[in-house]
Nanobody, 121 residues
């Protein structure tokens, strides 16, 4: 069993900051890519930020310069620091990890349950 648990969401005023965390637990051998996605009401889920095992990162254009993704491999945790938040950043934020449960095993995607971020104007 593998479980991803997110934390850090909440309500914040425009211009404020939040830090999301997502910790994986269970039977894990290695984690390659980690990412954050978000889904606003009535919209499709979209990639926000992504980080590979070599710390190569990429961001959605809408968050570049404001959000920063990082990872702690020892803790199987990924973070998303969100600064200068805007009302359009509102949505449910999901973490995703591509991981192997066994040496030489297949890599599968696992998702967290989501955490709500609401930015008021």
């Amino acid at each position: 069993q593998v479980q991803l648990v997110e934390s850090g969401g909440g309500l914040v005023q425009a211009g404020g900051s939040l830090r999301l965390s997502c910790a994986a637990s269970g039977s894990i051998f290695s984690i390659n890519a980690m990412g954050w996605y978000r889904q606003a009401p009535g919209k499709q889920r979209e990639l926000v930020a992504h980080i590979r095992s070599g710390d190569n990162t990429n961001y959605a254009d809408s968050v570049k310069g404001r959000f920063s993704i990082s990872r702690d491999n020892a803790k199987n945790t990924v973070y998303l620091q969100m600064n200068s938040l805007k009302p359009e950043d509102t949505g449910v934020y999901y973490c995703k990890m591509d991981l192997q449960r066994l040496p030489g095993g297949y890599e599968y995607p696992y998702w967290g349950q989501g955490t709500q971020v609401t930015v008021s104007s």
